[in-house]
């Protein structure tokens, strides 16, 4: 009867642990667009690492601000400290809002070998990786698809120059790391070339055969 209970428990605590997709691919590869429409569909909590970067860096007063704001400038990235602090405490928030919502799509992280095993360990034993979500896109694709957006996004790092640097630190570090998790067979690769409909036929056939 208290194994019973025990197991009950034991159980519970394991489906309740925070349940991650990381969502890579290059800068504008479509992470952000693409994890709006999984939420809609299959209720997951997007976090994007750059944009949580993104609103710290505009906080009053915050420690890291400048730090923040000339990593993104120059397509570098940002110490893991700084980011899996604010990746925690947006999925501890979440989750003491209802328990219940334990499924993350956590976008543009883990992109070096910092990242990852900065994510190995802090979150190890606190939240499972289901798999790897890769938008796989040409970097010229890339390149056309941020600079159109840049237009409008105000953001900094939307510019040749930026983006010249952001496709070298993809290249040279995040993809590395896509490529390690292919080694473990926790890659679901999708092509990002395509519309963004398409995209999301085969991002769908992905999320139903894993759910
Ligand atoms: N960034 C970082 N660590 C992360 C995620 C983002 O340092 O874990 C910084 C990095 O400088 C990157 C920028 O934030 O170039 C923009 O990232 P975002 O994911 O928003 O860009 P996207 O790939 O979606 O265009
Ligand atoms: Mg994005």
């Known amino acids: 009867m208290v194994i019973s209970c025990w197991g009950a ?3 519970k605590l394991l489906m309740m642990r925070p349940q991650v997709v990381f969502v890579l691919g290059g800068p504008g ?8 429409k999984i939420v809609k569909k299959y209720g997951y909590t997007h976090l994007s690492a750059g944009d949580l970067l993104r609103s710290e860096r505009s906080k009053e007063g915050t420690e890291y601000g400048e730090l923040i704001a ?3 400038k120059e397509g570098k990235i940002v110490p893991v400290a700084i980011t899996i602090q604010l990746i925690k405490k947006a999925m ?7 328990s ?27 939240a499972d990786v289901k798999f790897v979500l890769f938008f796989d896109c040409s970097n ?22 930026s983006l010249q640097k952001r496709i070298q630190t993809y290249m040279q570090s995040t993809k590395p790391i896509i490529d390690e998790y292919e080694k473990e067979g926790k890659v679901r690769r ?3 070339a395509k519309t963004v409909e398409q995209v999301f ?7 139903d055969s894993e759910n």
């Open 9 to 11: 428990l034991i159980r």
């Open 140 to 161: 010229e694709v890339c390149i056309e698809r941020c600079l159109e957006r840049g237009k409008a996004s105000g953001r900094t790092d939307d510019n040749a120059e």
């Open 201 to 207: 036929l085969d991002v769908q056939k992905i999320f």
């Open 29 to 36: 590869a479509g992470k952000g667009t693409q994890c709006a």
């Open 100 to 126: 219940a919502k334990n499924t993350f799509l956590i976008d543009g992280f883990p992109r070096n070998a910092d990242n990852l095993s900065g994510w190995n360990n802090h979150m190890n034993g606190y």
């Open 92 to 98: 501890e928030e979440k989750m003491a809002q209802d």
């Open 70 to 72: 000339s990593f993104i």
């Open 190 to 192: 999708v092509d990002g």
